[in-house]
T-cell receptor, first 115, second 111 residues
């Protein structure tokens, strides 16, 4: 069974440029998560989707971040414009059902460097 | 706010010995706890979990202990193997809501 796929794996951009990350969850998983992981820290939830509906985006900085999950499968996370402080690893995860007691499967992440 | 804390950024253990990774939490509403393991350039993978109605859960070499009164949990790995070298994240959730992660502890198991 294929795991969670993310692309690109690495991205280097200059500040004020836009950037987008793509995630393909495990087939059949209804719930998709985007996390931000800063160096030396644990993952922090940005947004959670149940099918195509964003049910928790309270931690998403909406002035510059946006996300979509069309058709309830793939998802894209966008930053526009990027700032120096956005340098981090962006992790995508999926689970069969929503909720903290359901095992989440993580992708390898996209490491973003903003210069 | 750091509701889940892993105060030891790193731990080094000899192969064959016990590794004990600790985690403290502040939110008394947390009722489900998980440990994730992360290798470099990979995403975290689920290791073991425990519900607040239990105080111990065991899976092979891995055992998680929960002390609700102290708001503390620990992961024991016995015996430790070099392949266990990774970053271990403690996570917690309340009422089946989203998980909160600790900052992680880097375990190094020396041959």
């Amino acid at each position: 069974e294929a795991g969670v796929v993310q692309s690109p794996r690495y991205k280097i951009i200059e500040k004020k440029q836009p950037v987008a990350f793509w995630c393909n969850p495990i087939s059949g998983h209804n719930t998709l998560y985007w996390y931000l992981q800063n160096l030396g820290q644990g993952p922090e939830l940005l947004i959670r989707y149940e099918n195509e509906e964003a049910v928790d985006d309270s931690q998403l900085p909406k002035d510059r971040f946006s996300a979509e999950r069309l058709k309830g499968v793939d998802s894209t996370l966008k930053i526009q414009p990027a700032e120096l402080g956005d340098s981090a690893v962006y992790l995508c995860a999926s689970s069969l059902f929503s909720g903290g007691s359901n095992e989440q499967f993580f992708g390898p992440g996209t490491r973003l460097t903003v210069l | 706010d750091q509701q889940v804390k892993q105060n030891s950024p790193s731990l080094s253990v000899q192969e064959g010995r016990i590794s004990i990774l600790n985690c403290d939490y502040t939110n008394s509403m947390f009722d489900y706890f998980l440990w994730y393991k992360k290798y470099p350039a990979e995403g975290p993978t689920f290791l073991i979990s425990i519900s607040s109605i239990k105080d111990k859960n065991e899976d092979g070499r891995f055992t998680v202990f929960l002390n609700k009164s102290a708001k503390h949990l620990s992961l024991h790995i016995v015996p430790s193997q070099p392949g266990d070298s990774a970053v271990y994240f403690c996570a917690a959730s309340a009422n089946n809501n989203d998980m909160r992660f600790g900052a992680g502890t880097r375990l190094t198991v020396k041959p």
